[in-house]
């Protein structure tokens, strides 16, 4: 077996965390490989989790592979929690074994000991997109709420690892900023997405006057300091990260008492067109704000680094509006975003971070986002006989899906291994062609959403150039990087924002041979490749087993749910039930 060793990368927590997660890597000599990786809520269905850690995602990584928690060489954790508890002076409250315990409770002989590692956050979000990005030399930045002490970070990455350059502080937040914001709107502080979609409908008119509460750079100004610091008397000291309450109560107390905004109302929350005004600019201003200051520090460090590549990681990363305005700045040649850019995205970092200490290796020479489970064709055939689910079975299905699509229909994708993070790339999805008209079609009888929030494209790689006005500076493949279109006509309509931009996912043959095959089909029969591609779910996180597609399909407006581009299962045979 040689100095092969399997590592066990994990996000999630007793209190305190968000978006666990769990990331299997085999780490050897020469290379790291990642075997698998899952996200808990998908695992289970529940969208939000908090303060739990990921022992279903855990258990079928195991059940898949077969393995024995006793074969695990490591487990990393994309947390310093040590550190945490330390800063808090509270005693740390679980031992090795009990950590252990939690994450395997299936094993009956819990005398076994396998290393724990606790790794930084912001170094875990670092490492996981960097390792991954194919760079050889490249300025790292992350931007989240906070990790153990820091905000924001900026890194440099080469082949000796990365090393930190800069930090700023919790209070200076822009991911705390996003979750004011949020609350502000109605949504949940974790819903950014919608305020970064509600943006296009405003105009910045509060921006000059937010931006003296930031200087030059990252950093909250003195006027901001003074309201953080009341507000810091009044927390509950008990938190683990008590930034975010302080950074939330501040930045409402500017929304409402300086630039007398009033909150949203649960009348506004079924349609993005009927927000006030004031909250619609508010959401502009806010997503104005966080270019300006993110732009303007990548333009200080390409310029002081001398790089001209940028990796992206945290969840602020998720904004694909300020993605695609980074990679319209002149200094930069190429960017990277982990698909994983939220918390889910450290149990890789930290797993990597293992992988260096054993094998002097953290870099993974070939990484696509498909990283989750896959069902055989067998098991889908025993699935659906045992359900008494009618299917038809086919050889190839594009020539079904594109015909299907031609007639206006709309169609969802359940083929191949899972999506690591938060954006559908084919293989859990839900398409349909992008005409005006289907936004809102989707968003209220697929999703059951807000009205008027926008939805991305899927199309092949050579498309692009098709929306542009400028070269293809960098193809965005995993739909968070947003482009300005020169082009809005009746026949992608639903795929372009209110602001002229989309976010598509570009697709060539070696990502994902089988979506890029149904894409020629639906070229071949459609005129494009061009389509809506949005999750598949609905009020739920994107589903992760058979049943849970089933159960959509059964409670949708979905026409049929094709199953590994050969099971065609039709919506309709439970019309009458």
Same mark, same amino acid.
């Not at 993605?323 to 319209?328: A, D, P, V, Y």
């Not at 049943?547 to 979905?558: G, H, T």
């Given at each position: 077996m040689g100095n092969k060793k399997l590592i066990l990368g994990i996000n999630g927590w007793i209190e305190g965390s968000h978006d666990a997660s769990a990331v299997l890597i085999e780490s050897n000599d020469g290379d790291n490989k990642i075997i698998m990786g899952l996200e808990e809520e998908k695992v289970i269905g529940k969208k939000g989790l908090y303060d739990v850690f990921p022992v279903n995602s855990i258990k079928e990584i195991l059940n898949t592979y077969k393995l024995n928690p006793k074969e695990i060489s490591a487990v990393a954790i994309g947390w310093d929690y040590p550190k945490i508890y330390e800063q808090l002076n509270q005693t740390f409250p679980l031992s090795d074994k009990e950590i252990l315990s939690v994450l395997f409770p299936d094993l009956a002989d819990n005398s076994f000991e396998i290393p724990i590692h606790f790794v930084n956050h912001h170094y875990s979000h670092a490492l996981s997109s960097y390792a991954i990005s194919g760079f050889e030399k490249s300025i790292v930045l992350v931007i989240d709420g906070c990790g153990e002490e820091e905000s924001t970070s900026l890194w440099m990455g080469d082949d000796s690892g990365i090393s930190l350059l800069e930090k700023f502080d919790a209070e200076s937040s822009l991911g705390f900023l996003f979750e004011a914001t949020n609350t502000m709107l109605g949504f949940r502080t974790n819903e950014s997405g919608k305020t970064m979609g509600l943006a296009g409908y405003g105009e910045p008119k509060y921006t000059n006057t937010l931006l003296k509460y930031f200087d030059d750079k990252l950093n909250t100004s003195l006027e901001f300091k003074k309201i953080f610091n009341k507000f810091n008397l009044l927390h509950k000291k008990e938190l683990l990260l008590p930034f975010q309450e302080v950074c939330i109560r501040s930045w409402r107390y500017i929304f409402e008492y300086i630039l007398k905004i009033s909150p949203s109302e649960s009348s506004n929350l079924d349609s993005f067109y009927s927000f006030p005004s004031e909250l619609k600019n508010l959401a502009a201003s806010i997503q104005k704000l966080v270019?300006? @200051? %993110?732009?303007?520090? %990548?333009?200080?460090?390409?310029?002081?680094?001398?790089?001209?590549?940028?990796?992206?990681?945290?969840?602020?990363?998720?904004?694909?509006?300020?993605?695609?305005?980074?990679?319209? !700045?002149?200094?930069?040649?190429?960017i990277f975003v982990i698909p994983a850019a939220n918390d889910a995205g450290v149990s890789l970092g930290a797993a990597l971070e293992c992988a260096r200490k054993i094998n002097g290796h953290f870099k993974i020479s070939q990484f696509n986002p498909y990283i989750g489970k896959e069902y055989t064709d067998e098991e889908v055939k025993v699935?659906?006989?045992?359900?008494?689910?009618?299917?038809?079975?086919?050889?190839?299905?594009?020539?079904?899906?594109?015909?299907?699509?031609?007639?206006?229909? $709309?169609?969802?994708?359940?083929?191949?291994?899972?999506?690591?993070?938060?954006?559908? @790339?084919?293989?859990? #999805?839900?398409?349909?062609?992008?005409?005006?008209?289907?936004?809102?079609?989707? !968003?209220? !009888?697929? +999703?059951e959403r807000e009205l008027g929030r926008p939805l991305a494209p899927s199309m092949l790689q050579?498309?692009?150039?098709?929306?542009?006005?400028?070269?293809? +500076?960098?193809?965005? +493949?995993?739909?968070?990087?947003?482009?300005?279109?020169?082009?809005?006509?009746?026949?992608?309509? #639903?795929?372009?924002?209110?602001?002229?931009t989309f976010r598509p996912q570009c697709v060539c043959e070696n990502d994902n041979p089988t979506y890029f095959n149904q894409l020629e089909e639906i070229k071949s029969i459609c005129g494009?490749?061009?389509?809506?591609? $949005?999750?598949?779910? *609905?009020?739920?996180?994107?589903?992760?087993?058979?049943?849970?597609?089933?159960?959509? @399909? *059964?409670?949708?407006?979905? #026409?049929?749910?094709?199953?590994?581009? +050969?099971?065609?299962?039709?919506?309709?045979?439970w019309d009458l039930q």
């Open positions: 270019e300006i @200051l %993110v732009l303007n520090y %990548v333009d200080i460090s390409l310029n002081s680094y001398n790089t001209n590549k940028i990796c992206l990681s945290g969840g602020v990363a998720l904004n694909c509006i300020l993605n695609g305005k980074i990679l319209e !700045n002149n200094l930069v040649e190429d699935f659906l006989n045992e359900n008494k689910i009618e299917f038809e079975y086919v050889e190839n299905a594009s020539k079904k899906i594109a015909n299907d699509l031609f007639k206006n229909n $709309t169609v969802g994708l359940f083929q191949g291994r899972n999506e690591w993070g938060p954006r559908a @790339l084919g293989n859990r #999805s839900i398409i349909t062609l992008p005409k005006r008209g289907k936004l809102d079609f989707i !968003n209220k !009888n697929v +999703k050579d498309e692009l150039v098709l929306f542009l006005e400028k070269e293809v +500076k960098k193809y965005g +493949k995993f739909m968070n990087i947003a482009y300005n279109s020169s082009i809005n006509e009746d026949s992608i309509a #639903s795929i372009i924002h209110i602001d002229n494009k490749s061009t389509i809506i591609n $949005t999750s598949l779910n *609905k009020n739920s996180p994107i589903v992760f087993s058979l049943k849970q597609a089933i159960d959509l @399909l *059964k409670d949708s407006e979905i #026409s049929n749910l094709i199953i590994n581009n +050969k099971f065609i299962v039709g919506g309709d045979q």
